[in-house]
């Protein structure tokens, strides 16, 4: 069963703003995916809109598939994972000379679109 993937590692968004954004077009065919997350003001949708577009750019390359390449109409999102990555920790000062750690998150954005013949 071949599947397509597409990631972004390392994506300067908090994966919990993202998840949000994935939640919404999860299992969706790709084309209404894109639709969908077209009309969405969040900034993680820019970011999982380009990740999409680029397992779709995979799947319809013709170097990739064994046979004809596939159509965008015929590819379902079966796998969009959103996992925390690494943080940056950053201190800032607090009263009396203490301080308090700055967590400045990032997140793995990855999506696994597959025909639907295929499923």
Do not use: C, W
Request: no cysteine; glycine share 6%.
């Amino acid at each position: 069963m071949p599947t397509f993937t597409a990631s972004h590692r390392n994506a300067r968004i908090s994966a919990r703003k993202v998840r949000l954004v994935a939640d919404l077009v999860r299992g969706q065919y790709a084309d209404e995916a894109l639709d969908t997350l077209k009309f969405q003001p969040q900034r993680g949708a820019r970011m999982l809109e380009k990740v999409i577009r680029s397992a779709v750019a995979n799947a319809l390359d013709p170097d990739q598939t064994e046979g004809a390449p596939h159509r965008i109409e015929d590819l379902v999102l079966t796998d969009v994972r959103v996992d925390g990555g690494a943080m940056f920790r950053r201190m800032r000062p607090r009263a009396r000379g203490s301080a308090h750690i700055i967590k400045k998150r990032s997140s793995h954005i990855s999506v696994k679109v597959t025909p639907i013949d295929e499923i």
